[in-house]
Structure formats: C-alpha cells, structure tokens
C-alpha cells in the first residue's frame, strides 16, 4: 500500500462546477498535511495546510479526518485556472525526512 | 527575494557523464531538499539537510550526493550518470522544523529537467 493514495484522476469539470479530491494516507502518526498544486512543467506550490477542524480559503476547503486517515480538498466553482495537478502532502511530526507527496489528481476545467 | 534558485533548467547527459545541479535559496532557511519526479509519480526524496554541514539520505540516494557548506547553498552531484536517472529534479526549503509542523509549506525551485541518453 503507498504511503499517501490519490485517485489520478483525471478529472474534467465544466467552469463553475465543485469538485473534490480525496487523498488518504497509511501512516497514523503523521501530524501535518498539506495540498500543493503544481502546474504543468512547473514545480509543486503550497495551495494550502489542513488542519484538524478543517479549514477555508477562498472557494477551496480542506477536510481532515484522522480517525480514516484521509484528507481531502473541495473546489467550488470551480474557474480555468484551477486547472492543474493537486497534491496530497503528509509530514510526520519530528522528522525532517518524512514529507510523503502523493503522485497527484489532475483537474481539468472545461469552459 | 528570488525564494529558491536551480541551474541548470534543462540538460542533456551522456551515459557514464558526471553534472552538479545547483540549488540556492536567500531566505535563511535551515532545512533543504533534493527531490525527483517521474512521470505520473509522487516526488521522491534524494538528500536532505537539516543544516550546513549536516546531509542525510531519502528514499532514493543511490547514484547522488550532495554538500552543504552554506545555509544558502545544496548542490546535488551525480556520478555516472544512468538512463534511470532521466528525471524532474526539485530543490526545496524550509524553516526550522517547528515552522514545518505549523503549516508552513516548502518552498521549491523551478526544477532541473535532465534527460541521461
């Protein structure tokens, strides 16, 4: 089993739409998580953390639920440039090594 | 600030070749990293550092190895270049672990794409 699972997707949405990506993660004592997003040919960029009691930014929410060690991330009206590959991210607490990336859901938006 | 800084953007190695790909970041963080990305893959971590003069192996070191004699500065070297190593290579940083566990994300660079022919 990997360490951090994404469905791969790829997921194609009409503009508008809400979308969500679910990642979950095989270690229970990772402490941090993240969603990056990384453009095509472009590096990883930190769209945001998660946090226990979920968390808000924008149109984008970020879940995390520890007790089935997954996470995931809601995309509401969804706009072009949200097109790109989403990342899941652990880290556990205390090791500077263990920042596990998942291999990414790519998200299409449609016009 | 220029955050992160990888030269060279693209290289094309010839089996058996040695190269360094350099990475720099001005904002004194202490933490850095070598990571490579495949096709359709996660990242997968190289080296890392927690300091200078400090280096410890990820998850895939065979075939690399890196130095840190600066805060700035984390080149990472291959030696003998193989097909297997054709890949997307990404430097990152961070500040001090406690900023990790906060929230606070890597920083990454804008990635060296090397081709091993």
């Known amino acids: 089993r990997k360490e951090v699972e994404q469905d791969p997707g790829p997921f194609n949405v009409p503009e508008g739409a809400t979308v969500a990506f679910n990642c979950t993660y095989s270690n229970s004592a990772s402490q941090s998580f993240f969603w990056y997003r ?3 040919r472009k590096e990883p960029k930190l769209l945001m953390s998660v946090y226990s009691s979920g ?12 007790a089935s060690q997954y996470i995931s991330l809601l995309i509401r009206d969804s706009k072009l440039s949200d097109s790109a590959t989403y990342l899941c991210v652990v880290n556990m607490r205390g090791s500077a090594r263990q920042l596990t990336f998942g291999s990414g859901t790519q998200l299409t938006v449609l016009p | 600030n220029a955050g992160v800084t990888q030269t060279p953007k693209f290289r094309i190695l010839k089996i058996g070749q040695s190269m360094t790909l350099q990475c720099t970041q001005d904002m ?7 990571y490579r990305q495949d096709p359709g893959m996660g990242l997968k971590l190289i080296y890392y550092s927690v300091g200078a003069g400090i280096t410890d192996k990820g998850e895939v070191p065979n075939g690399y190895n890196v130095s840190r004699s600066t805060t700035e500065d984390f080149p990472l070297r291959l030696e003998l270049a193989a097909p297997s190593q054709t890949s997307v290579y990404f430097c990152a940083s ?11 994300g890597y920083t990454f660079g804008s990635g060296t ?3 091993v022919v």
Do not use: K, V
């Open chain 1, 38 to 40: 990384q453009d095509c």
């Open chain 1, 55 to 66: 968390n808000e930014d924008g149109r984008f929410t970020a879940q995390l639920n520890r």
């Open chain 2, 28 to 34: 004194n963080h202490n933490y850095m990293y070598w």
């Open chain 2, 94 to 104: 961070s500040p001090s672990l406690s900023g990790t566990a906060l929230g606070y």
């Open chain 2, 113 to 115: 794409r090397l081709t």
